[in-house]
């Protein structure tokens, strides 16, 4: 299966997420070709960027298992080649 180049946003509105982000980030980490994360300290949320080359199935796995933690939400936007 080909690759695609895609970005995952993360927005985390507990703290307490952040752990179980970074491991689950951490499986999937041969595929990460860089991240972000800013902390909004005003809003009290914590804003991820994750740029990501990898096979269709895994970017939708690694999306869908971050998405279903509490107080977590994600989005995925993909490169057209």
Known sequence: MDNRVAIIGIIAENTDSAEQINDL???YSQYIVG????PYREKKINIISVIIDA???DIS???GKIGRLPDVSCKVTYSTN
């Open 61 to 63: 796995s690694l999306s």
């Open 25 to 27: 980030l951490h499986q």
């Open 35 to 38: 991240r972000m994360g800013i």
């Open 55 to 57: 096979p269709q199935d």
